[in-house]
Every structure is written in C-alpha cells, then in structure tokens.
C-alpha cells in the first residue's frame, strides 16, 4: 500500500475517531484519548521538525553545486533563471491574491493550534525601508546560531553562498561537495523513516481537531481546495500560455497539443520527475526545441521550476492563517513568498519532502506546523493539477530558451 493510500485512510479513520470522541466530551475516554492523541502528533511533528534544517541545508547545497556545469550554458543557464524566477513570481502573486480575494478560511479562529502559537511574537507592520534592515539582521548572522534557533531564512542564505563557494572553487572542494552528498542522503533517509509514521500522526492530529474544534474547519478545506485547484488551472491555461506566446512566439494551442502526452503523464502520476523523459520528448519532436537546450533546461526547471507548488503554499499559509485568526502583515505576506519560492527550488519529487517545506513555509512567520493536519488530506488531490502546471513551465521555459539562444549564435558560441 503506498504511503498516498496509507494518508488518506488514516485521514478517513481520524475524522470518524474524531467524530466519536466529540459526542462525548466528558468522559474519562474523552480525556484519556486527547492525551495520547497530543502525545502521538507532538512525536509525529517534533521529528518533522529535527529534520528540517539539515534538509533544507544539505538539499541547496547539493542543489546549487550540481550546476557546476552551467558554465558551457552560460547564456541558456541565465536565460532559463530569468524565466523561473519570473512565472515563479507570477505563481505566488496569482496565489497571495486570490487568498485574498476569497479569505478562504477568516472567521474560524481555530484554538487547538494556540499552544503552538503562545512562543510567538508576531512582529509589527514594517515599512518597506525597515524591512529590508530586518531581513538583513535575521538572516546574515552566525549561521551555526541560525541552525540552534531553527531561523530558516538564515541557513538557506549561507546554504546558498556555500553552493556558490563550491562552483567557484571547482575540483578543489570535490571532498565536500561528496559529503555534501552523502549528508542529504542521510537526512532523505531519516525522512523515510519518519514518514512511516505519517499515517498515525495525521490519524491523531486529524481526530484531535475533529474532537476539539467546530465542524465548519471541513467545509473552508473544500472551498481551500476549489480555490487552489482554480487557480492553479488559470496559471496553467492563461498566464503561462500568454508569457509563452509573447516571449516564445509559439501558439498556445500548438503547445497544447505538441505536450498532451506529457501533461497527462503529469496529472496521472503527480511527478515531474518521472514525467521528465516524456517532456523532453514532447519539446525535442513537436515543439522542435533543440536537444542540446531541452537536455539542459527541462531536467534543470524539474528542480528549480514549481510554479504550481509555490502557488499552492503561499496560498496554503494564509489560508492557515486566517484559520487560525492571525492577520499577516505586508512584512510576513513578503517573507511567505520568499520563503515559498526557495522551497518549491529543489525539492526532491517524493510526498515527504514536500511535507517538511510546507512546515518551513509555515514557520518562517510563526504559523504552526501542526497545520498540515489540516493540508494533508487534501494534497494529494491537489498535487495532480500543481504537477501538470510545473510539467507545463519546464516545456514553456525550453521554447522560450530555445529561441533567444538561437538568436544569440551567431554572436556566441557557447552552445556550439
């Protein structure tokens, strides 16, 4: 039974357990079971936890030094950062905004999560100025101080620089660029372990917020999920269509039918990764993407370009937030969107890893990383459509890659 199967009836098993427990709230049953549900989902996210910094950090260093080879592509590698970073951006905007526009989620004011919530300090509203001087002192700072505080912002700063550091020092730093390999194998490994308890401690953090809260938590979930689902389907069928028709000068219908193959792949396995052989297939025969600029982009964009995942957890932290009954400030709706575009980076393509940068998301403005009790259930269903839209970027991405290094040949010959 895959770990998808094993979620979803923990899920269905938590809400029913849940159910029961709240139709009687005074029994010694009631009391006895809250508290090994607490004790089985505080073991469930303290492990979750223990393991996000070091993930985080080995996962971009390991990340960022694979582009070692870049340098042949140097004009394709900054052409294809420009054009992630950009349908990224747009990705988030589309997300924070129509969070806004629904408030998805306002007015429940969820109390299980307070406990969580009472260590934090939600800072004051900053003025642009004054956010730029905050996130500089939050994040250049001794990073062994930033791994004991679990600043999250700091350690992908000085994960970044050490990446840098180990392209630029090239086979001088091979040894640390081995271990640095061999530690991010480590800690996927320490996930899987904890992932084997992911069915227990969603079953207890599901039945306990069933047993404890109001009922109406399930229908913001469904309108949560139509919202998303819409949005990443407008991201998918209009803005990166245009941004391709007027960078690229390719037909979006021409697109369409060129990666249909592809695109279903995507949506029926959730996994960019193992879809990748099908859209460089899809670029090089119908799109007519030169091999040597699919073979670099597209299996580059699987890693570095999720539009819909960062869409998708930008949209899911104010959604908690609003649960919740905590007001983001422009400062925090900032960092949830620098924050959700570093994690959708390099991810590794497996259920678990995606779970620990939804907690790194939540916790960069304090949001409880119990929450994703509340995502799981919904996320695989989710994941089918944001899977499609990330397939989709990486084949946009080749075309309008493609087209501007054909421009440049005659003035270059870094593709030759």
């Known amino acids: 039974m895959s770990l998808n199967t094993q979620i979803f009836i923990a899920a ?28 089985i989902s505080s073991i469930f996210i303290g492990l979750l936890k223990m ?27 900054k052409i294809t950062a420009l054009c992630c970073f950009t349908t990224t951006t747009f990705a988030l905007i589309l997300g924070i905004g129509c969070a806004h526009l629904f408030s998805v989620g306002q007015g429940m004011d969820i109390g299980i999560f307070a406990d969580a919530m009472q260590n934090h300090q939600t800072p004051d509203t900053l003025t642009p100025s004054s956010f730029l001087t905050n996130f500089i002192q939050n994040t250049l700072i001794n990073p062994f101080k930033a791994f004991a505080e679990g600043n999250v912002l700091a350690v992908v700063v000085f994960a970044l620089l050490l990446g840098a550091a ?4 090239g086979d001088r730093f091979q ?3 081995v271990l640095s390999v061999q530690l991010f194998d480590i800690m996927m490994m320490l996930v899987g372990w904890v ?46 269509p245009l941004l391709l028709w007027i960078f690229g000068k390719m037909n979006p219908i021409t697109f369409f039918k060129g990666t249909r193959l592809a695109l279903i792949t995507a949506f029926a396995t959730s996994s960019s990764s193992a879809t990748m052989p099908l859209s460089m297939k899809c670029a090089q025969e119908n799109l007519k993407v030169r091999p040597q600029t699919a073979g670099f982009v597209i299996p580059l964009g699987t890693q570095l370009n999720m539009d819909g995942t960062a869409l998708y957890e930008a949209a899911a932290a104010l959604f ?17 969107c620098l924050t959700a575009m570093i994690a959708s980076l390099g991810a590794p393509g497996i259920p678990s890893a995606g779970m620990v940068t939804m907690i790194m998301v ?17 996320d695989r269903i989710l994941d089918t459509v944001r899977t499609v839209v990330n397939v989709q970027g990486d084949m946009m991405i080749s075309v309008v890659v493609d087209r501007y290094a054909k421009q440049a040949e005659p003035q270059s010959t870094e593709l030759s």
């Open 362 to 378: 939540l916790q960069s403005v304090g949001l409880p990383a119990e929450a994703i009790a509340i995502l799981l259930p919904i």
């Open 195 to 240: 992932m084997k308890l992911a069915p227990l401690g969603i079953l207890a953090l599901l039945a306990k917020l069933i047993a404890t809260e109001d009922l109406k938590v399930l229908g913001s979930l469904a309108e949560f999920a139509l919202v998303v689902t819409g949005t990443t389907i407008f991201h998918g069928a209009v803005v990166l």
């Open 51 to 77: 393991l996000l910094i070091p993930l985080i950090f080995t996962s971009i260093v390991v990340g960022v030094s694979n582009l070692q080879a870049s340098g042949q592509f140097n004009r394709v590698w």
């Open 320 to 336: 908690v937030a609003n649960l919740i009954g905590m007001d983001l400030s422009l400062t925090q709706q900032l960092i949830v």
């Open 175 to 177: 040894s640390v660029r």
């Open 12 to 39: 269905v098993i938590g809400v029913v357990f849940g159910l029961v427990l709240s139709l009687n709230p005074e029994t010694a049953f009631f009391s006895s079971s809250l508290y090994i549900l607490s004790l």
């Open 166 to 169: 180990l392209i630029k020092g």
